[in-house]
C-alpha cells in the first residue's frame, strides 16, 4: 500500500455547491485531473445538468462547472490505500482537508452534496466534529464510481435533483 494525496480543491469565491469525493483514484492521480477514470461518470453527470460537453477539454469542464457554482474537492488530504476502491484505504491512515478554512474562504456554499458513501462517511467522522457549520445542507448521492452499478440516467436525476437548489 502506498500513501497517496489529493488534489486542491476547484473552486472560486460565488460557489454556492461543494461535491466532496473521498480520495481521487490512480487514474486520475496519474492525470492530475478529478475523475480521470473513462467509466467514472461524474463529468457526463455533470454535462448532463449543467448543459456541457463532457468529452470536452479538462480546462474547459472546469470552467463550466465554475461558472454554474459548483466547487470540488475531497474529504480526505491523503490516506494509505492501493488501488482505488475506497474499501481498500487502511484503517487509520485517513488524514481530512482544511474545511474550516475553506467555509471561511468560501462563505455562500450552502449545499454539500457527497459523491458516494465513503466521502459522507469520512466527513461525518473526521471534518464535521470539528466544524461548527450552519445554514449548510448535506447529501449524500450516488456514487459517480463505475463501482456503484446504477444507471447514468438515474445518477442525472438523483444528482439533479439534489443540484438544483
Not at 467522522?125 to 450552519?134: D, F, G, I, Q, R
Request: net charge neutral.
Amino acid at each position: 500500500m502506498s500513501a497517496v494525496t489529493s488534489f486542491n480543491p476547484i473552486s472560486n469565491q460565488s460557489a454556492r455547491v461543494l461535491v466532496l469525493g473521498s480520495m481521487p483514484g490512480v487514474l486520475s492521480l496519474k492525470a492530475n485531473q478529478y475523475y480521470a477514470h473513462p467509466r467514472n461518470s461524474f463529468w457526463p453527470i455533470m454535462a448532463g445538468i449543467y448543459g456541457f460537453d463532457a468529452e470536452s477539454a479538462y480546462e474547459t469542464r472546469v470552467e463550466k462547472l465554475m461558472a454554474s457554482g459548483v466547487a470540488l474537492w475531497d474529504v480526505l488530504h491523503n490516506c494509505v490505500r492501493a488501488g482505488s476502491l475506497d474499501s481498500a484505504i487502511e484503517a487509520g491512515s485517513r488524514v481530512p482537508n482544511d474545511f474550516l478554512s475553506f467555509f471561511q474562504q468560501h462563505p455562500h456554499i450552502k449545499h454539500v452534496v457527497f459523491n458516494g458513501a465513503e466521502a459522507e462517511k469520512s466527513f461525518n467522522t473526521y471534518v464535521l466534529p470539528h466544524l461548527n457549520v450552519s445554514g449548510i445542507t448535506f447529501t449524500r448521492l450516488p456514487s459517480s464510481s463505475p463501482a456503484h452499478a446504477v444507471s447514468l440516467e438515474q445518477k442525472i436525476a438523483a444528482w439533479r435533483v439534489a443540484l438544483s437548489d
